[in-house]
């Protein structure tokens, strides 16, 4: 079945670095893939998504390109700030071969350091 | 500007309990679902809806019932509470089932079963 593998956290980072986290797939089709973003003590909210292959996601300075060929949808951002300090889901859906569900990936820790 | 409102926050339940987590959403959105956050392993979706009157189960909804008696309601009971059912729970909505669509989530409720 279709499945979201993230890199492990916590990724623990200086101000004003750069941010990559990993985010590979598995799916049959052609799904869709999102980022959403998770900050302590809230739900989660959609950071960015990307609907077919070489699409480019952003938003708040994140960027995320869909990676066919890899099967990739890594989230970079190019110098972080404290507040982006937040837990990261990546997420896919095969549309009517999933039955329109979200397949999510176990999260991703971030920790920003002043 | 209420978005999806969950109820309550925190919950302790002894073995063998049942309580209903609330949740209501103001957009006159279609599509609402549950899932359950736990540790290392991302969201599972439990029961959704794409409309009043209709439910149906998601990947974990054994010991969970759901109902949908207007559109903007979605409760969670749990039947006979266990300790596996500790977990975050995440209520979300969007526009339609279609996944594209982004999910609005509530802030969750965190339930510990002793």
């Known amino acids: 079945g279709d499945s979201v593998t993230q890199m492990e956290g916590p990724v623990t980072l200086s101000e004003e670095a750069f941010l990559t986290i990993n985010c590979t797939y598995t799916a049959t089709g052609y799904p869709s893939l999102f980022w959403y973003v998770q900050y302590p003590g809230e739900g989660l909210q959609l950071l960015l998504k990307a609907t077919k292959a070489d699409d480019k996601g952003s938003n708040k300075g994140f960027e995320a390109t869909y990676r066919k060929e890899t099967t990739s949808f890594h989230l970079e951002k190019g110098s972080v700030q404290v507040s982006d300090s937040a837990v990261y889901f990546c997420?896919?859906?095969?549309?009517?071969?999933?039955?329109?569900?979200?397949?999510w990936g176990a999260g991703t820790k971030l920790i920003i350091k002043p | 500007n209420a978005g999806v409102t969950q109820t309550p926050k925190f919950q302790v339940l002894k073995t063998g309990q049942s309580m209903t987590l609330q949740c209501a959403q103001d957009m006159n959105h279609e599509y609402m679902s549950w899932y359950r956050q736990d540790p290392g392993m991302g969201l599972r979706l439990i029961h959704y809806s794409v409309g009043a009157g209709i439910t149906d189960q998601g990947e974990v909804p054994n010991g969970y019932n759901v109902s949908r008696s207007t559109t903007e309601d979605f409760p969670l009971r749990l039947l006979s509470a266990a300790p596996s059912q500790t977990s975050v729970y995440f209520c979300?909505?969007?526009?339609?089932?279609?996944?594209?669509?982004?999910?609005?989530f509530g802030d969750g409720t965190r339930l510990s079963i002793l």
């Open positions: 997420a896919l859906s095969s549309g009517v071969d999933s039955n329109y569900q979200l397949i």
């Open positions: 979300a909505s969007s526009y339609n089932r279609d996944s594209n669509q982004p999910q609005h």
